[in-house]
């Protein structure tokens, strides 16, 4: 934790209060204080921003001047083998993950089904319950002692880290290679469409997830890198998946490039198709919004358990896990069961492995429908549902209660203190639903049920995670049917414009949730309004060039400013002079190596580039950053000085202070700043009249200073779900 | 062209001057003049750029607040509709253009075809030649007359216009309805991504072509716009392929959703077959920059002779006509002709239509394999090359011929005074040396021959237009082969690499022969040691608050500057206060509405907002603004005074003069600007002490303050065609 524990604004605050503020109102509303915190996994995390900004001193720029050819060859291919290990790495943990999936949840399921073939019920819902409750556990202890970041799907956190949001529980295992935070960007960017690409096995989607609903900014050498990154991903599963096509891979040998193939060359459909097509996409809107709107509040709910201690969080785990087992194995003996088809595609009841027909409690000959459902993996769930030629396989009954089931179970197994994602359970979710809107069309469509979970499933991803061009490609990757796209355009179209007429996307509601203060790209109305004057708050700490050691360590120690505007003032200039910014972690730099003056004046000759090197001055991981506490100074040292010229930032980006508020935010967003210096309208005042952060630019902030403009006509015109609302 | 025909900095200069050196030397380095001029067409334009930031001035503020909700709401409806008009438009004339380049084209293949059957060879080319050139002709009277800026692929224009550089021929169409450039680009991108959709029926792929090649900024919710607008195409066209399947569209009747369906369940491939597709991917690399070469240099000696007279381009276009409608009537004789194969696939020869077996002069039940692909239009010439099970269709003589003509015919008919796509020749020349390299291949291989094609084509593409994503997304979208995908991505990577270590994206080469003033996404590496004080020249242009009515008639008339600092000076205010900037444009406005007063102080309560709509200042289209020229004023009004705080954009973005160029340019590209305010970092100066454009971080305009800098060991280190320079 170190440096980056901060004090809240109020020492004597309820710690509880502490916790539960960003989730009920989003962030504190304290004056330019930067007391922010999110809850990263189950963690109270005090939250700074990143250093994206490229830091120009003389000493860096002496430093850069005087690499050679060589170096930067070096480092251009340090970069590019980095995203090269990033593919390979990603993409054997995604084989090696996907291999222990398949193999250890279809194994739980072979025995359990033998179990039942045997008749033997108890002991086979007691193996099942147990493997559950296990694996949970084992995943619940490591993540609530080792990781707690690592609980949920993560994808929230990267977003924010990707914002400029640093809450060090975030990246634990920061790597030591990379200097600086703009390269961290850019590594975990590309890291972020390996993981999807790997995941989904969809190279293309991934850079295009990690572009649309990831990244806040964005240039065309990071599509680039980034394509790289996935390309490699792409490669190296298609060799693994060579390899599983040759038997060797246990319960996962079928596992292909392309997950759930649902190519028919028949595919056709004409103007009548469209209504049905429609409709999905309106349900799926509606949805969607609401699988949002309920994940956020049991989120609410569960943190309130979770941050009691760990052990109410892996209780809270287990108990989940032990409903989910009773409910599934409970679940099948509600569907009546039906007689095995005579033209079935495979073995009917399909036995010993994962497949269509299980037999569940049924007597030879007949198969539980829903069972084939709910005793499959995931994937195997979902490549039923897709597949075609099964159109009298399902009842409308059994996939009316998969749906609800999944639809429920997802929402509350996702806050829990264990990793877990949203992608494949909302597929699942999708594509029962829209198999059963399907089995309702019946006759009167030129689709067949497949194509239309397909459908389904497209539009509850639409719906709840309102990304159009990655889902589309996503889709397109995971089913391999191009000639669908015209009515997956469709469906993402509506179930994205429905759904956004009631709430925002999931990931943004849970960063939200989990406190995080995320720069959004749209400037609220209300911005346009004020201007950056109106929202600047003092007092400003700055310093002179030549500053007094005491001075520095005085500031440091009882303020938490990140950066510090330094101005030369007479004597050492005739008038009040702007020479730049300079970082904290630099001042506390300069303060650990003692490069002391004895005079203010620069008789004595100091050279910066002979005492530092950049090095000296390049980003540690988070935690192993110096601390001012930790400087010990003498009295003598006091009394001395810095010359912080060499180390000041002469770049700083500026705005007036009569610049509206909203297009300081479009600056301070589309460069990626963590400090925007405002500056006076008239010339004789002081150079810098106060310094803003992101914190700013929060709307609690805003709101705070300004209460008038909480009942303002501008707020985004949105349903709601009243009655739901009572609930929580 | 009005107020945008702007002097060149020496007025005596030699007119063909003026017109080579863009081409010679990219921009003429004179300090501080907006004097740039870019070849649109075979036209000559001045420059300007786009106001795309949005400008906030009292008066627009007050209008914004007055809106209510309903003129908001009309307002955003307006924007969707645009889109839906465009995507709806696009499609239809990509559906008719198909529809027509298939019947005239392939009724001329067809005719001569027959004729030959009858062996009158003569009558053949005669027809052959004659139809070519009554179309080019056609064409080039058109595109000369009429709209010049239509010649050539269209693209690097709209690139540049998407960057901010607005050429007056680019559109000359500009749309009424819509008030302001930023509005008006964003309907351009999403147009942009319908043409290409339309074009590829690639509806993804033209999203991802919009947001990578052509879009200089990019916002979530112009994603989510272009993804509705070629959604909208993708329906329509749906539409009107499921009307032609039924037959009624003439020799279009087989044009399906997926233009090159290479679909074979059976594609498989393992490491043996990686490296003839490595191999591939670097002759795509060196043969893409190649082309680029070439198609630069063709297009600067064209450049000389299209400037001549609208006749000479007439002249030119018609001469390669012809040589070309020699050429491929008389390739075709060089093939010997082959026996029809017993097992084909389709009637062999082929006659009456387009398909894999041209007789041209064999005799019966032989055919002409080099016909076959030179006598179909080019959509049939790509089928041919990618279909499969045709592995001993093709001689390798013939393969070689025709990538050989296709590769220079291209090149040469590029730059003719006459629409002609980058796109379809690089897609047909990769095609065939793929195919060639598949049967140099040979049996060693699991790929057939038609794969290899697609891989060939997929290795120009990215050796000539160096995208990635978006071209595997339209690949896959021509091909609908998923299962190749890791393949296609290798061999992007690989040409992508080579390829840029020769020479740049051909479209930013176009671009640069054009003399278009493109602002680029990386800052050359010796904008670093520069600081904006460097290269901000004067004289600074500013008005005050309460401005002279002859004061500003004369800057006007004198400078062909667009935005104008506004300073109050003592006495009307206590010291100099920076209030904000204005347009030329608005300045105008003013004059000619005559918002005079006839004392410097504010008591005459002169009020804007009655005066004034902001309707008043919407941008017209180009060419219909008003002119400083064609206002008159009499003596008396010139000696009165103009407030012209309402009208002045109170949030004008600021660089300090200390700021490195680099970090200025990041800001300027970033945000879209026009004007860039430079204040000065000691705070008793002025509160401006200049103005950057776009034209000062040109590296031409640098270069000539700096010119110790043009030998900078910082360039780019490149590879060069030094036996080729030569030639040219």
Request: proline share 5%; hydrophobic share 45%.
């Amino acid at each position: 934790m170190s440096r980056f524990i901060i004090s809240t604004a109020d020492p004597n605050a309820d710690p509880e209060d502490s916790v539960t503020v960003p989730l009920l109102s989003g962030l504190r509303s304290v004056p330019n204080s930067s007391s922010q915190v999110a809850i990263v996994g189950v963690n109270v995390c005090p939250i700074e921003s990143l250093d994206y900004e490229i830091f120009e001193n003389e000493l860096f720029k002496q430093d850069w001047r005087s690499r050679g050819k060589l170096q930067i060859f070096q480092y251009t291919f340090m970069k590019w083998l980095l995203c090269f290990l990033i593919g390979l790495i990603v993409s054997l943990v995604g084989f090696c993950n996907n291999l222990a999936v398949e193999n250890l949840a279809g194994m739980k399921f072979v025995v359990t089904s033998n179990m039942m073939l045997e008749r033997r019920f108890g002991m086979a819902f007691l193996v099942f319950s147990m493997s559950n409750f296990v694996l949970t556990l084992f995943a619940s202890i490591i993540t609530a002692f080792i990781a707690p970041a690592a609980s949920g799907s993560g994808i929230p956190e990267v977003k924010a880290y990707l914002n400029g949001v640093d809450a060090p529980g975030i990246f634990t295992l920061r790597t030591l290679v990379v200097k600086n935070d703009r390269d961290r960007r850019d590594l975990v960017t590309c890291g972020s469409a390996a993981g999807i690409a790997a995941a989904f096995r969809a190279p293309v989607g991934g850079v295009l997830f990690a572009l649309e609903e990831m990244a806040s900014w964005w240039r065309s050498a990071l599509l680039w890198r980034s394509f790289f990154t996935t390309a490699v991903v792409a490669l190296v599963l298609r060799a693994f998946i060579d390899l599983c096509l040759s038997g060797k891979c246990g319960l996962f040998g079928t596992g292909g490039l392309i997950m759930f193939d649902v190519y028919s060359e028949s595919v056709s459909y004409h103007l009548e198709d469209v209504p049905p097509v429609l409709a999905l996409g309106v349900i799926g809107g509606i949805l969607g919004s609401l699988y949002n709107f309920l994940l956020e509040k049991v989120l609410r709910i569960y943190s309130l358990i979770n941050e009691k201690s760990i052990g109410y969080k892996i209780f809270l785990a287990c108990s989940i896990s032990i409903f989910t087992s009773c409910l599934l194995f409970g679940l099948p003996w509600l569907a009546t069961c039906r007689p095995c088809p005579a033209d079935a595609s495979e073995a009917c009841p399909t036995i010993g492995r994962s497949g269509n027909y299980k037999k569940f409690q049924c007597p030879p000959g007949y198969y539980n429908d829903l069972a084939s459902l709910i005793f499959n993996t995931n994937d195997d769930a979902i490549r039923n549902l897709f597949s075609k030629g099964t159109d009298n396989e399902f009842q409308h009954s059994s996939i009316l209660i998969f749906f609800f089931t999944c639809f429920f179970l997802s929402i509350f197994s996702y806050g829990v203190v264990a990793p877990a994602g949203l992608f494949v359970p909302v597929i699942v979710t999708g594509a029962s639903y829209g198999r059963f809107v399907g089995m309702l069309v019946g006759p009167h469509s030129n689709l067949n049920h497949g194509l239309y979970a397909v459908l389904g499933a497209a539009s509850l991803l639409g719906g709840s995670m309102r990304m159009t061009v990655s889902l589309c490609v996503i889709i397109l990757e995971l089913t391999n049917n191009l000639l669908l796209l015209p009515l997956i355009m469709l469906v993402l179209l509506v179930s994205k414009t429905v759904a956004d007429a009631f709430n925002g996307n999931i990931y943004d509601l849970i960063m939200k949730a989990k406190g995080f203060p995320y720069l959004e790209t749209h400037a609220e109305p209300y911005m346009r309004q004020l201007s950056v004057g109106d929202v600047v708050t003092g007092p400003l700490q700055l310093f002179h060039g030549i500053e007094k050691v005491g001075n520095i360590v005085h500031v440091l120690r009882t303020t938490r400013h990140n950066g510090f505007p330094i101005i030369d003032e007479p004597p050492h200039s005739e008038c009040p002079v702007l020479s730049g910014i300079i970082l904290r972690a630099h001042l506390v730099t300069l303060l650990k190596k003692k490069a002391f003056l004895s005079t203010p004046d620069l008789t004595g000759g100091f050279n910066a580039s002979k005492q530092f090197s950049a090095g000296d001055f390049a980003k540690r991981s988070s935690g192993n950053d110096e601390k001012i506490e930790d400087i010990d100074l003498s009295e003598e040292e006091m009394e001395m000085f810095i010359d912080l010229h060499p180390f000041t930032n002469a770049s700083p980006y500026t705005v007036v202070e009569t610049m509206s508020l909203a297009k300081a935010l479009l600056l301070f967003r589309e460069v990626g700043l963590r400090h925007l210096l405002v500056i006076p309208k008239i010339s004789s005042r002081s150079p810098v009249v106060g310094i803003l952060t992101r914190h700013d630019f929060m709307p609690e902030h805003i709101l705070s200073l300004h209460p008038m403009l909480v009942r303002s006509r501008w707020k985004r015109l949105r349903f709601r779900f009243p009655a739901l609302s009572k609930l929580f």
